[in-house]
């Protein structure tokens, strides 16, 4: 799964990279961003600016905000089988920009890690969104994470990962109309074009923030990465 991520890119090397043209908000860096938080994406609307949608989709249908965990992750494998999924992935995809994104291992207590990319750049992981009205009238829109199987550097702690796309297949997963072609961009990203380590347990609160959340830790992880 994925329960927690980062943006920290400065402003200018994420919008060279998603050729972004800014934004209706202020880009502000993110450590530790949560569900329910608004965190940035990019949807087909318009491919050259972030929006910020609330983590964790509330289906247009639904007749209130639901009272019980939110929904941020959907499974790669089940999207055409769920009425909340089915129809987004036709026509309301979306891309989650991120630098990072978390999991934790239970060692005597839960200690956090951070995966990357190897080489350093920023990613985007699959996302559908959803747009929600109140009954006063006002406009909630959601997004949820799209999930896979672990690669192999996921594996030692856990059996899912967020469904990370190559760059040259953003356009596909923003325009592409057959479902049988966006399915196959549903897959494990490469585990040796990433890398993982430990960071301060800190992050596990979800109001905390700052560049110190993304500090390696000193103390050996279970990757065996170097920094």
Known sequence: MCGRFSLTTDEQRLNEFFRL???????????????????????????????????????????????????????????GEKPMFRRLIARQRCLVPADGFYEWVRA????????????GFPFAMVGLWDAWKSPEGSILRSFAIVT??????????????PVILEKDHYKAWMGETDEKLLRMLLRPFPGDRMKAYRVSDRVNKVTAEGPDLIKPQAEPDLFSTDF
């Open 21 to 79: 043209a800014g934004g209706d908000e202020p880009y502000v860096p993110r450590y530790n961003g949560a569900p329910t938080q608004n965190l940035a994406v990019i949807t087909g609307d318009d491919t050259t600016k972030l929006r910020y949608f609330r983590w964790g989709l509330i289906p247009s249908w639904a007749k209130e905000l639901p009272r019980s965990s939110p929904v941020i992750n959907a499974r790669a494998e089940s999207l």
């Open 108 to 119: 005597g207590k839960k200690q956090a890690y951070r995966f990357v990319m190897a080489d």
């Open 148 to 161: 896979t199987e672990a690669n192999e550097l996921m594996k030692p702690i856990h059996d899912r990962m």
